[in-house]
């Protein structure tokens, strides 16, 4: 069973920063696709960013700029360095891993931690 543990998550006052982290088996991450996206409430799962294998990032057009996705190999973990905090960031942030196997798509989602920007 694939597990995705997430950690960092947290209250942050607005233009403050946190930094998410979300560890897996070497056997996932040394193949997998990583990820975060994120969930409001009332709102539908969005893409947050991206890291492939070979390290390629891929980000949302509203994170450019304030969000670092990044890749730890020694220690099997992705992280999500978040600057300049805004209230709308406020959600559930849910690490991802994905990969495409033929036609079939592999895709495992940790349990969230939640992010919330207020003062």
């Known amino acids: 069973q694939v597990q995705l543990v997430e950690s960092g998550g947290g209250l942050v006052q607005p233009g403050g920063s946190l930094r998410l982290s979300c560890a897996t088996s070497r056997s996932i991450f040394s193949i997998y696709s990583m990820g975060w996206y994120r969930q409001a409430p009332g709102k539908q799962r969005e893409l947050v960013a991206t890291?492939?294998?070979?390290?390629?990032?891929n980000y949302a057009d509203s994170m450019k700029g304030r969000f670092t996705i990044s890749r730890d190999d020694a220690s099997n973990t992705v992280h999500l360095q978040m600057n300049s905090l805004k209230p709308e960031d406020t959600a559930v942030y849910y690490c991802?891993?994905?990969?495409?196997?033929?036609?079939?798509?592999?895709?495992?989602w940790g349990q969230g931690t939640q992010v919330t920007v207020s003062s």
């Open positions: 890291i492939s294998f070979g390290g390629s990032t």
């Open positions: 991802n891993a994905r990969r495409l196997m033929g036609a079939t798509l592999l895709n495992y």
